[in-house]
């Protein structure tokens, strides 16, 4: 258990629960988290039996989110081991205190991430170290460079990465857990090796500690203790900064969006990585109903939306065009 924030080193106190950092997050996002929602249970799915009756979808996307833990969390890490005298040469004292007593080591995903990507692409972990460094994708690229250039002029949006990252995992996160681990244990051959079939009988999670945090409380003592934390470290942040972490917020559900759009077209691009009883054509189809339907949706209500405010329009500039001017007025 960490030690508690000095009051006296704060600039101000919320107490007020609206006015609280997470509250600000969550009223900022709303919109952007239920829509990336949206896009992920479309696409759940298709990665579960029967449309696939093996991980590699899943093992495919998790490749694509495994960079931006490991990016932040390590820069974090970095920046926490700091000695004092380096860290009051390279970051404001308040953020740097901030950071220090927000960072939890039980919930970083990193080495999780390493383990479930070793079982699941069969390789070491320092090939899986090798393909993550080599990791292809213009949209993951454009939101590493955006991480790497906000946070080295602003280090306190990590806790924007903190917060979005792991509250994911504990809310939404455990129904997705849910499902998985219902897809390895019916149909998916996740355990092709001997290796890893003699492993799974003493961690049935292998493959998916991702999702799982150490503890009998399956990780709700960890978000209690790291909400604890957050609370504990608001008053060390002043207005601009506060602002900076719910804009970083909203850009990291932006740039998950496009990610997701992204790991459409390599999965349909990948042909291969349909399951062995499925054809691309199948897959296609599966596109289809469960992708080009959500995006049609979206483009309707964007119709719709284009619509009634044309009709604002129209109905203010028939309503000026039709009133008197003053010249009229003086005429008459």
């Known amino acids: 258990m960490a030690e508690r924030i000095d009051p ?48 590699e979808i899943y093992a495919t996307g998790l490749q694509r989110i495994a960079p931006i833990y490991l990016s932040f969390e390590s820069l974090w890490g970095e ?3 700091l000695q004092p005298l380096e860290a009051s040469q390279a970051i404001d004292h308040r953020v740097f205190s901030a950071l220090k007593h927000l960072y ?7 080495r999780n991430l390493r383990s479930d990507l070793s079982c699941l692409l069969h390789k070491s972990l320092e090939e899986v170290d090798d393909v993550l460094e080599h990791m292809e994708g213009l949209q993951l690229h454009r939101f590493l ?23 994911a995992l504990f809310n939404g996160g455990r129904w997705i857990r849910a499902q ?22 003493v961690n049935p999670s292998l493959g998916l500690t991702f999702w799982h945090f150490a503890g009998e409380e399956d ?17 060390l942040l002043d207005v601009e900064q506060r602002q900076d972490i719910v804009d970083e917020a909203l850009s990291i ?40 339907l959500l995006g049609m949706a979206e483009l ?27 010249s009229d007025k003086k005429r008459k």
């Open 104 to 110: 939890m080591p039980d919930m970083l995903r990193t």
């Open 219 to 235: 990780g709700e003592d960890t978000k209690n203790e790291f909400k604890a934390r957050l609370n504990d470290i608001e008053g």
């Open 8 to 55: 006296s080193s704060k600039i101000s106190s919320n107490s007020n629960v609206e006015d609280t950092l997470p509250a600000q997050i969550n009223s900022a996002t709303r919109s952007s988290h239920t829509y990336l929602n949206r896009l992920i249970l479309a696409r759940l799915p298709l990665a579960l039996p029967p449309n696939s009756q093996s991980p």
């Open 180 to 201: 998985l681990l219902a897809a390895k244990t019916s149909s998916w051959h996740l355990l092709t090796n001997e290796r890893n079939s003699e492993s799974a009988k």
């Open 79 to 81: 920046i926490v081991d």
């Open 253 to 292: 559900f932006k740039y998950l969006a496009l990610l997701v759009g992204e790991l459409d077209e390599i999965v349909v691009a990948k042909p291969t990585i349909v399951s062995a009883n499925s054809s691309s054509a199948v897959w296609l189809r599966l596109l289809v109903k469960h992708f080009l």
């Open 145 to 167: 460079q955006h991480f790497e250039q906000t946070c080295a002029l602003k280090p306190h949006a990590l806790i924007a990465y903190a917060w979005v990252m792991y509250m």
């Open 300 to 326: 309707i209500y964007a119709f719709l939306h284009w619509i009634r405010t044309r009709r604002w329009y129209l109905s203010i500039t028939t309503t000026r065009q039709q009133r008197p001017s003053n």
